[in-house]
């Protein structure tokens, strides 16, 4: 079975949006690249259940060369993204996470862009978009998303969820989960008053202190 390690991988976050409570049922999906092959969730299943032989794999025209079951039906946005986005730190684009996690989906109808309410959003970039809504699996989305994922490394989805990408399913995954904690705190924040804002040098000036953060 070609891409084993990666399919196994693909299992274990699928399963992990939904312990988190980042997505519900079958929603949101996962996909891993390696060389020109993507392993990506498939479209309609329980993740509970989900084992690597289940897990399609395609090439990145999207076409099945693995497995028995469809891909996901947001496939021509995780490969737009695999195609086109470039990391601003030049880092390999291996990984795409979209959720359907409750507190983002909130905000991405109630803003344009999520107010930077913590300097945690520069973990995504100099500002977090809204995409623009379009129906999923559809060009139009792909487009949406491609167009607020420049120079970024997340987006919201207008009316529909989050996407993330990374070197790997650990560096996405981890993105999601700020991602949906800044849009809580946000949240929580305005219904309660007036929330004091970062302006956009202190967020930038993150930005620069997190090139390279960690034990690397």
Do not use: F
């Not at 946005?77 to 695999?82: F, I, K, Q, R």
């Amino acid at each position: 079975m070609i891409l084993e390690t990666e399919r196994a991988a693909v299992c274990a976050y699928a399963r992990r949006m939904v312990g988190d409570g980042l997505v519900v049922g079958t929603s949101g999906n996962v996909s891993v690249r390696a060389g020109d092959l993507v392993a990506v969730t498939p479209t309609g299943v329980g993740y509970s259940a989900l084992t690597p032989a289940d897990i399609p794999v395609v090439d990145l025209g999207g076409q099945v060369v693995d497995g028995s079951l469809k891909p996901t039906s947001e496939l021509p946005v995780h490969l737009s993204v695999y195609w086109d986005v470039r990391d601003p730190d030049a880092e390999p684009v291996t990984a795409v996470v979209h959720t359907h996690s409750p507190h983002a989906t909130a905000a991405s109808t109630l803003v344009r862009e999520l107010p930077p309410i913590h300097y945690i959003v520069a973990t995504i970039g100099p500002s977090v978009r809204v995409a623009r809504y379009a129906t999923y699996g559809t060009p139009e989305l792909a487009a949406a998303v491609l167009e607020a994922l420049d120079g970024r490394r997340g987006c919201l989805m207008a009316n529909h969820g989050t996407l993330t990408y990374g070197n790997g399913l650990e560096a996405a995954y981890h993105r999601a989960q700020q991602l949906e904690w800044a849009c809580r705190v946000w949240l929580l924040a305005q219904s309660a008053g007036r929330p004091s804002l970062l302006p956009p040098a202190e967020v930038a000036n993150v930005v620069e202190r997190l090139r390279g953060y960690g034990q690397g």
